[in-house]
């Protein structure tokens, strides 16, 4: 797992909009589509206002959800209210795939965003690249501590149970390590440890059971005082 450092927050949101456009070009011209699979926090919304700005090829890019909080249509909370706000692009609105949280039927919701991403990724779906951040407690996605979510081994998505006073969708261990390419954008001086432990591999948090081969860390330097970039 390479680890690059950049200034501040602000720099990380950037670089990491200057690489997924340069790998959207990339998957356009090898395969005609790009698959970009998005977390939340607030450092991804900075990086989505920046790739709105990228030379990227809208047209054949899909954008898809990583984890979502159950939430109304609007919430602050959803990730997707700020995806939105924040990609000024001219992205096909039918080529956003929101994760469909405010469904009655959560488990058949669950099996609807797996068929979407069939859809557009194949049968055993392969997203070009995932971002992901990393939480103070070694939580990503909506990996979290605890959690039985962590040992689904036999779906791409999956609702967890309550995690900081909401349900979750989504995306599970053999769906974001299929993945082509991992970005973890990691920011914030309470990071360290856990950022640390991240690179070391440590499979006793969440975020440890990612795969590394395909993976880059994004960090500022607040993150990584203890990382050797």
């Known amino acids: 797992m390479k680890v690059e450092v950049f200034s501040d927050a602000d720099a990380v949101a ?10 959207a070009r990339a998957a356009v011209a090898a395969r005609g589509r790009f698959v970009l699979a998005v977390s939340g926090g607030h450092t991804p919304w900075a990086m989505l206002r920046a790739l709105s700005a990228e030379d990227v090829p809208w047209p054949n890019v899909y954008v898809t959800q990583v984890d979502e909080r159950v939430a109304p249509a609007g919430d602050p909370d959803r990730n997707l209210t700020h995806i939105r706000e924040s990609l000024r692009a001219p992205l096909p609105p039918e080529q956003l795939l929101a994760m469909p949280v405010e469904a009655p039927d959560l488990q058949a919701a669950v099996a609807r965003y797996a068929a979407s991403l069939q859809e557009i990724a194949g049968s055993s779906p392969v997203l070009d690249l995932v971002h992901l951040g990393l939480g103070p407690d070694g939580h990503t996605a909506s990996l979290v501590p605890g959690d039985r979510v962590l ?16 349900r979750r969708m989504t995306l599970t261990y053999p769906m974001i390590n299929r993945s082509r390419r991992i970005l973890w954008l990691v920011t914030g001086s309470e990071k360290v440890e856990m950022l640390g432990r991240l690179r070391k591999g440590d499979s006793s948090i969440p975020a440890g059971r990612i795969r590394q081969d395909q993976a880059i860390v994004f960090a500022d330097q607040a993150a990584a005082q203890q990382v050797a970039a």
């Open 14 to 23: 950037r670089q990491a909009a200057a690489l997924i456009a340069t790998e």
């Open 151 to 166: 040992e689904v081994t036999d779906a791409d998505v999956a609702l967890t149970g309550i995690y900081q006073g909401r």
